[in-house]
């Protein structure tokens, strides 16, 4: 009873990411995401010596990043953990900080740089514009319980999509080009193994931000007036 009082928000917001799944209204939390998990190729594949040529999300939640150079082990690894480790860091910030107007008009600013230098196809470039902006247009103008409540919602929506998502790309549907395929093909293994992996180990992980992120109370005063 004291867990649910503590943080009912978050069970609410959890609960209503699940009800709405199958929804339109949810999708655009589901596309933000897979930017994360391409944002996460491109940016180990810049880190470990890289060029990223091209960057591409689509509205059936699809994603590609075109690339030269850099550790193809490591930036095929990226994408579903690093979309995590993204997502768990945004709801680090809303928990544990008071970084949550900043935080999300970085996040929007970071968008339109990545549109700006590497996005081309008319729906990325929309959805990327249109996102980015938004949370660029939230961190300037609103108070910071409300962009800790938009911050939160992003963070839940890719600690419950990641999972899903690797057991839905890598185990259920095993024999389609994911991440873990392209893995298995150049590196050996089995598709299933390296999606076996990154879910025990993506679950451990949402274990350890839940246990340190959260306090006794975590719920948001949305009506204090604070900037």
Not at 195 to 206: M, R
């Amino acid at each position: 009873m004291r867990v649910i009082k503590g943080h009912w928000q978050l069970i609410v917001i959890v609960g209503l990411i699940f009800a709405l799944w199958q929804t339109p209204i949810v999708l655009p939390l589901k596309i933000l995401v897979v930017f994360l998990h391409e944002l996460s190729h491109a940016i180990m594949i810049v880190v470990t010596g890289g060029s990223v040529e091209s960057f591409s999300i689509s509205p059936q939640q699809g994603g590609l990043v075109t690339a030269r150079g850099g550790n193809r082990f490591l930036s095929l690894s990226a994408g579903y953990l690093g979309s995590l480790a993204l997502g768990m860091g945004v709801l680090g910030v809303a928990l544990r900080t008071h970084w949550d107007r900043a935080v999300l008009a970085g996040f929007g600013a970071a968008m339109l740089l990545v549109t700006l230098l590497y996005v081309r196809d008319p729906f990325a470039t929309m959805f990327c514009g249109v996102a980015g902006g938004g949370m660029l247009a939230m961190g300037w103008y609103l108070n910071r319980p409300l962009c800790d409540l938009v911050l939160r919602i992003i963070g839940l929506t890719s600690m419950i999509y990641v999972p899903y998502d690797i057991f839905d790309d890598t185990i259920r549907r095993s024999g389609i080009r994911s991440d873990a395929y392209m893995l298995a093909e150049e590196f050996g293994g089995a598709t299933v193994m390296w999606g076996g992996a990154w879910l025990i180990l993506s679950i451990f992980l949402i274990f350890l931000c839940l246990k340190y992120f959260l306090s006794n109370d975590s719920n948001l005063r949305i009506g204090q007036k604070v900037w």
